[in-house]
C-alpha cells in the first residue's frame, strides 16, 4: 500500500524554526515529484514547495521563499521542509504530496498519492 506519512508539526513561537517530515512506504520516491502544501481554517489548500525527481530542482511560492528550505534524502525515502522565521500567517496544515514523474506541480490535483497532514501553529 503507497502511503505518505509527515511529521514534525507542532506549536512554535513567531520567529522560530520546525522541520517537516515526510516520509514513504511501499513506494520509492526517487521517481516522484514532491510537493509541500498547507491548508488554513477557511482557506483553499495552496502549494507552498516543490521539489522535482530527476535534478532536485526546487520552487517556492512567494510567501515563504528564503524562508522555506525543501529537500529530499532518497536513501531515507524522506522529503523534508525546513521552515525558519515562521510567522502567524504559516499556521495550518501542512500536507506532503506525491505524483510520478520528473516535473514539480503546484495545483493539488495533479498530484495522486498525500498524506494525513500535521498542524502547525505559529502563535505567542
Known amino acids: 500500500q503507497l502511503q505518505l506519512v509527515e511529521s514534525g508539526g507542532g506549536l512554535v513561537q513567531p520567529g522560530g524554526s520546525l522541520r517537516l517530515s515526510c516520509t514513504a512506504s511501499?513506494?520509492?520516491?526517487?521517481?516522484?515529484?514532491i510537493g509541500w502544501f498547507r491548508q488554513a481554517p477557511g482557506k483553499e489548500r495552496e502549494g507552498v514547495s516543490c521539489?522535482?525527481?530527476?535534478?532536485?530542482?526546487?520552487y517556492y511560492a512567494d510567501s515563504v521563499k528564503g524562508r522555506f528550505t525543501i529537500s529530499r534524502d532518497n536513501a531515507k525515502n524522506t522529503v523534508y521542509l525546513q521552515m525558519n522565521s515562521l510567522k502567524p500567517e504559516d499556521t495550518a496544515v501542512y500536507y506532503c504530496?506525491?505524483?510520478?514523474?520528473?516535473?514539480?506541480?503546484?495545483?493539488?490535483?495533479?498530484?495522486?498519492?498525500w498524506g494525513q497532514g500535521t498542524q502547525v501553529t505559529v502563535s505567542s
Open positions: 504530496a506525491a505524483e510520478e514523474g520528473p516535473l514539480c506541480r503546484w495545483g493539488p490535483d495533479e498530484y495522486h498519492y
Open positions: 511501499g513506494f520509492t520516491l526517487d521517481y516522484y515529484a
Open positions: 521539489i522535482s525527481s530527476t535534478d532536485g530542482s526546487t
